[in-house]
């Protein structure tokens, strides 16, 4: 459902994807469809221990295989300082973590963590000589949860690490797992505290869950004999890639080409680099092109989840449930190495709400386990979950309807958060307000076993860099090029954005992604700043294009170019010819003119706003639980959404479904299970348990249309706030339907079981 | 004038103030300026000839691109935070 009426032609229309006809006609080209002349391919050796040194590698028996042409280890790549950093977007990765993780070199520190890498004419032949390569190591005991990571006499994961605070760049004397301290605080939490009539305090856990995207990583990397290095992976983010590899390689990032291949979902987890500098050296050593892909055991295994988190909240509020005080202490898993997504978490904790009382803790906790990456809106849906969850007892407890209790403290425009930044326009209201007037939240919800649940969150959105060329075809297209690897649709609602700017049908833009090369800087798809930043910079590009087709006309007419308009109808007009009539040229007359009056015309845009707008979603579900097995079955699911304006309505509503979906599985089944030496159980499809369509209703989405006021056609980013909700909002159904509160995820069958029927096996 | 946002855990450098007045119109006379009023925090905020790499500052709570370059219009407010990155949704 939309909500709005647009005073647009293209944006807010349905257009069919670009991309589309190749998707399902299994044309599109695909990571693991390379195929190159004299190609190798490569596995990784790794870890079978969760923690230990690394004594010895010896790969003489693998190397004598035949078949095999190279083998790599850590000792082939550069050794990275702490203090060495490679740009992400406006954060900088250090280098030695990205090197640490890519290969393990003194120690291991999770179990698949890679400790060499080997190449073979033949990839079974590569799997065999694996075996070939003997590793010996010195055990050590894993530290496998964030709290047990955190004592004093904890084995140290990496004894060179010492406690980090965030605002003051002091580092502890002693070296610790917590590699960063977050504080944020507003007010004085204290005398708020004092002021309340009810306080809550509750402490919540959820699991170490993964993105579960269908295509497993790959890399193609051929290093030619004059250094030039070609790379064909399946990324988020090509330029970062290249800029990481430049510095994981020390090779310059002029020599470093990145193409993106179509990419079968990444969520956040394919930002990082993986197989690229592996394929890369064993390239290098051969002189062939080299082909690395995952198995989906290995994609668990070693690439990054996001955090398992342990977090404690506190609500102050007045009888009448204004909120007046609130404590949030968040302690996110890492994974090996430092990068939890807890600032986020602390950024997000409370944020939807205004609360003049805050304090904020986060911990950055390493542990034996993959180090985690973003994974759609990192860090927020824990604490939603936390946060909303003791929102909802707090409407209990007050008799009080739960939306209107977060509608009587919800943000708004000038609200500030605990950093002290002010909202702008926001939709805020405006989503719990839909929630509260929809079909769904009006009806009632009858029989056994059966309970509503509704929750609330927030993100941030990001802008950064992106750019667009766009070339005028003599039969009147468009054709764009754009950096942005499309993982959700952004080809299309970037090319949209670009033909409402010329006035022209969508299906007349055509757009393509490039590699690194062919199109300026353009940052990583994610942090839902593809749409707005891609989108501005085709805008940019659109408005560049007009006004060189206007002063084409003005040349052709023999006019001043000041004398002729490019109309909203892609109509350019000039002023009265001889004959006493208005001049005008359509856009496709006049790009097939334009060979012949002076050369085609390219618009380009390299933009970089900083004025993405944040976003908020409110869920409400109905579930019915089982009292004899466990099971909750989610019956209704409706999702409302501040989408700014919805380009293509279609996409936004698919984004939604599929942030639902996920945070659905996260509520209900998804963990990673690991043994107490710290092997990860559930490797396997199979045994990680992702919602697929038969789990799951047609989930309902209201797109509540508050336009960003810092984009030209009011963008805000949609893919991730629609996670961020879903934890809490189940977790508060099963309550309503059981009469139990969850602090814990998931809520498995066991586990509402063990609620349900206490002290019984 | 800009209004500057200390985190708590600077506040001892600013005589416990969580809120500081300062002249500037780029970030880089802003953080001067704080630290001539808060002094030892600019060696808090920069590393080298930039922000620290794990801290963003932002003008009227947007992070901008252009590093202490950014310009600051008269009565803005300078929040300093972590440096924070998003994932991606499809």
Known sequence: MVTAEKPYKVVGTRPIRPDGTDKVTGRANYGADIRLPGMLYGRVKRSPIAHGKIKRIDASKALALPGVRAVMTAEDLPRKGRREFAPLGSVKISLATLSGNVMARDKVRYEGHAVAAVCATDPHVAEDALDLIEVEYEELPPVLHADEAMLASAPLIDEELHTREMATGESAEEPSNVAMHFVTEMGDVEAGFAEAEIVLERSFKTKMVHQGYIEPHNATAFWRHDGGLEIWCSTQATFVMRDHLAGLLEHPVSKIRVTPQEIGGGFGGKISVYLEPLAAVLSRKTGKPVKMTLTRDEVFRATGPTSGTAIRVKLGAKRDGTLVAAEGELVYEAGAFPGSPVAAGVRCIFTAYAIPNQRIDGYDVLVNKPKVQPYRAPGASAACFATDSVMDELAERLDLDPIALRLKNAAVEGTRSADGAAFGVIGNRDCLQAIQSSPHYRSELQGPNRGRGVAHGYWYNAGLESSAYASVNSDGTVALVLGSPDIGGTRASIAMQLAETLGIPAERVIPQVVDTDSVGFTSVTGGSRTAFAGGWAAHEAGLDLRQQLAARAAKIWGVEAEQVRYRDDAVIVGPAGEDGGERSITFTELAAKLARTGGMIVGRADSNHASAAPTFATHVVDVEVDPETGKVEILRYTAAQDVGTAIHPSYVEGQIQGGVSQGVGWALNEEYRFDEKGRMENASFLDYRMPTALDLPMIETVLVEVPNPGHPYGVRGVGEVPIVPPLAAVANAVHAATGHRFTELPISPAAVLEKLLPGEE | ?90
């Open chain 2, 1 to 90: 004038m800009a209004r500057v946002f200390i985190p708590a855990t600077l506040r001892a450098r600013c005589d416990g103030r969580s809120e500081v007045e300062v002249e500037g119109t780029t970030l880089r006379q802003i953080v001067e300026n704080l630290d001539a009023a808060c002094p030892g925090i600019a060696a808090r905020i920069l590393e080298g000839d930039a922000v620290r790499p794990d801290l963003a500052l932002a003008v009227n709570g947007v992070v901008g691109a252009e590093g202490l370059l950014e310009r600051v219009p008269d009565g803005a407010e300078i929040q300093i935070m972590p440096a924070i990155a998003g994932g991606g949704a499809g």
